[in-house]
Structure formats: C-alpha cells, structure tokens
C-alpha cells in the first residue's frame, strides 16, 4: 500500500529524492574520496545552495554534523565557557538545557507551561550569560516562538550569543541572520531527506568564542569543535569522513527548492497549515493542543485526542501515518507534521479520513 | 564508463548495496519514527548480525555514531579521566593522541618510525595509564600491528582499558574480544557502505569506568557518552536521530556476509592481498612501502612509486581508481584498499593494467 508520513521526522521524503540518490549511485558519489576534487565540489555546492535558499549572509559559515542533538552539544562546547541561559517550551529546549548541565557548564533556565508561551518582557537573563538558546519551533508540543520576539533579545543582549534551534521549521522558518548568531536543523524533517545530517549556521562571533575559549585552554571538543570545522570548510571538506549522501542530496534538495521558490514553498506551508488547523478548529471531537494562534506552529501540529492510538491505526490502514504525542501526551495527542514536502492533496486526503 | 574504487575508504560499494537501498525506499525505512517498533527491530537486527558477524561476547555492547572520528573521541571522553597511552604509527593513530589532548587529557605516545613496527617488548606503559589506544591497520601507511601484540598488551596490563581501532581492517581482522576492551570501525571500508555511521564494540568494563567517571563529575560528553548511548542501546533505540539508512544497510550487509560465510571473505582476503603483494614484490619500479612482511596490512596496500599522480591518472582512464599516498606520501605512493568487496577478477584486472 502506498503511505504518506505525516511524522513529525524521519517523515516524507520529496518525491525526488530516490531519483538523486539513484542518480548518485550511477555516478559513484558514495565511493569517492572525501579529500579529492569532486567531494569538494559537492560540498562547496551544497554550502552555496543553503545560503542562496535561506539567505545566510557572508559571514556566517555552514558546518555539517552528525544530527541536531549533535549541534547542540557543539554549540554549547563552543560558544559557553559556563554559563548559557535556556528558554525551555517542551523536550527539545529541556534537551538543549541538559546537554549544558551535562557538560558541565552552569545553565540557567526559565520554563514555559506547556504548550504556552513567555512572558518575554519579564524575563531577566542573567548579566554573566554568554549563550543564549531558544528552541524556535517546539517538535514535541507544536509551539512555536514568533522571531520578533527571538529578534528583541538579541537586540537587549548585543553581547551574548543567540542560539536558535530551527530543526522542525527550516527551511519554512524565514531567519534575519543579522540578529541571531547561530542556527542549526537536521535534514529529516522539512528538506524530506533520509535522517543522518546536522546542519549549524554559525556567524564569526561564535568563531571568535571559540577560539577564545581554546585560547583559554577549555575544552571545546576535538575534531567537530569550531574551529576544526571551520577549518576544513575553508577546503570544502569536514574534518572527519563524513555522511557524503547526506550533503550530496542536502545540495541537490536545496537546488530543487530554489528552482520551486521559497516563497511559494512558503506560502503553501502556510495556507496547508490553515487547512489542518481549521479542520480541527470546527472539529467536535479533536482540538488543537495550542490554543493562542499566535504561538501555533505552521510545521508540526499537535492535535489533542481522546485516544490517539486508536487514531493512528485508522489512518495507517488508509496509508496516512500521522505521529502520536510526545512522551507524557503520548496517548493524549497526535502530531501531524506540514513539511513542504506534504501536498495540499495529501493534506486533504488526510484530513477527509479523520 | 565503468570504475571500481580501490581507494582506501570511501571505497568500491558491496554490490548488493544498492538493491538494499531500493528495498528500504521501497518500504519506506527512511521515513519511519526512530522512535517506533519498526526502527528497533532495524536496530536490534543490526546489533545481533554484527556480534554474530564479528564473534562479540555477550558481555559487549554495540553503539551507533557518525564516524570512527567521533568514536576516539567517545572512547576518549568515557574511558579516561586523565591518562591515555598511545601507540602511534601513522596519521590515524597519532589522530587518536591529539584527539586525547584537544579534550584536555594528558595523553602520552610511543611513536614507531613511518612503516615500521614497535619494538613491544621494550616499551614501558605508564602505570598511571587508565587506556591504551592503539590501531590496529594504519590507513595512513598500510602497516598493521599484530593481534597476538595486542593481546599481550592487555595480558601485561588487564587493569587498563584497551581500545584498538579496525576501521579499514574490520571485518578481515578477526578479534578475540575477550583480550580487549573495545574496538571501533566505519562502514564506508571493509563493509562497502556509503559513509556516515560508525561503530563501537565497548565491554562492560568500558561502562563502568563511563559510570565511575559521571560520578565523579568528569565531562564524559552528553547525548552520546556511553551512559546515555547504552540507555537507549537497551531499548534498541539510539539517543538522537541517527543514521537508519547506514543502521539498516548494515544490518542487511552483515547477513548477506554471514551468508558468504566470514572464513570464505577471510580466506579470499589473504589471497588478493599475496596476488597484490606479490605482484609488487617483482615489479621492477613501483615496491611494497611495509618491506617487513609480517607487518604489512591485508586491506590497506601501500606501494611505492616515481609519480603517483602519472599512474593515477593512467588508471583511472581504465576505470580503476586507486588512492594516493597519505598527506607526506601522496605524491609518492599509491594506495590500493582489498576489502571484502573487491573481486578476485577486478585485482586481476588492475594488476594487468598497471
């Protein structure tokens, strides 16, 4: 039976992708060498295309990872000798919390109720914050952090490192790089790939940490620190052998969306989310989980349901494979991603089987 | 035209390969939760193919990572608080030291002359040591350090941990796990897999140090220390997103190898490896770089030659492509990789050409 994932990552992937990595096996890309020419070529492609998709400016670098829990720990080794400073919305901002404390840094946060917002304007972060990490689109509860709002801290602290997680709304999400200094995603969720790929945007300021922080004689990890990264990115190459598919199709994917446009991708991300939303606005029974429209996230969207395994298994038997909630809401909610790889017919043959 | 990849990692792919990667699309491996029934038992499948593949006690455990760079620096990061020893004989090895140094360790090294061996039994391991890292098939020069040395290592030394590295040797080498500690190897060498995954075999010793070292408060990483890696190894599950394609095609090389049967894949290697050696061993210009025979690598072959690039480039235009030497040698080497993938019949066909 054919199916469509609506999982909020692993997910769908594009339609094209199976071709590009067909494509990629007749031309022996996964056997070539990681330090010769053509390797080169693949990367220096695929930096090229984010940039180009996402509007990254020169001074930020593009380094590819192993997965975004990766880029977390990288991000907090690099850029905070102690302290960073959390806003926690659900698991995702907690994890990015925890990989600090694990690290033995001196992380501060401040937690939303879930499935809400902050109260922004009385937040205080702490004068000795170095880093500060926001998780803009909650995966595990569909909340979502408007980007005024990301913005307004960075102009409050010009001085501390802003960090933002964009892994389930990239490349949806449309950054101002000029005030944030990091971003990072993975390839599993909107760009409808195979998992196995981390991507960090990262400005020289948190070069400049990390260079200051090794200069310190801190521990700022070993061959992914920034400074090995950067390092080898000015080569066009990564520091380790790394996963050659991955950044081959992640260029390929990104050429393909820039042929397609983001602004219509955009566009469509939005007017496909209205759809589910408003479905489950009138709906008797299945309600969105957030209730202020203004904290909805437009990608992943948690539905709360009597039963959601009762749910899922209907919908799998027509071939639609949605998520069910994460953790504590595990029976209570399910997630229903919208990725620009997800059709508007989809979306409807979707929401006309609920 | 044609080519087949003898270069020494990423290489020639098993041929099988891409079938294995048409199935998983085919069912939808890629876009399923790795969080779901369907990823553990891709998972689980994995684990027990290559304990049963590379004869692994029970008392092992079998983590997934990036890379084999990454896995130095878990090893590093989990099994030693301060003092690692190395054995450094080549690029990869000496990676392994300065890995150990860059996370603020106090790594010390014996360091053999390029191509030769150590002379073991005069070589005093400090009885600080907390790990001893060596590797076992220097990619960089193709010279290969003999197990029994290895053994005796840790028979001389059963409070320390022995690490050994088998990237480009596994699965021809054939470990006794029970006389080391852990072993660790990528995918894209001896199991002609697309890169992007590696792997370590840790034993229960390994976790306990990991364990002693977080109670201690060191930093042994986060998501990926082997406290958290084993958490989730027990449910089958891996703490991030991982790789699944790269844990789904190894599991299926893993059985089709078993399948071959290991001694047959063991016994074939010895053979192409004597047809290459001695090949060079009665060339009149290019030579052998390891002149001691018991010291030179099965699957990574170093060769001596005038001009590299020259013959390079001449067989290329035939369809082989062999590697060139390592950083310092890469103008004056080549190195042709004879992992299980290659046939008998493509070593002939190479050998004819040169």
Redesign the interface.
Known sequence: MK?I?F?P?????YDFV?KY??EG?SK?I?????RGKDFEEIFRNAVSSIRKLLNVPDNFHVFF??????A??RI?ENCAEKHSFHFVNGAFSE?FF??AA???KEPEKIVAEVGKGFDFPNIRIPTNTELICLTQNETSTGVAVGLNEIYDIKRKNPDKLVAVDIVSSSPYVDIDYSLVDCAFF?V?KGFGM????GVIIANEKCIEKSKKLMGK?????????FVSLLKYAEKNQT????????IYLLGRVCDKLREIGIEKIREETEKKAEMIYDFFDNHPKYKPFVEDKSLRSKTVIAISVPNSGEIIKRLSEHGF?V?SGYREFREKQIRIANFPAHKIEDINGLLGTI
């Open positions: 199916k994932f999982t990552g692993p997910t769908q992937l199976p990595i067909e096996l022996y996964f056997s070539i060498s990681h990872l192993g997965s975004a829990t990766e977390m720990e907090v994890r925890q990989t694990e690290l033995k993975s599993q195979p998992a196995g790929l004689g801190c521990n700022i990890g070993s061959y992914h620190s520091p380790e052998t790394p996963n050659v598919m991955g494979i998520g």
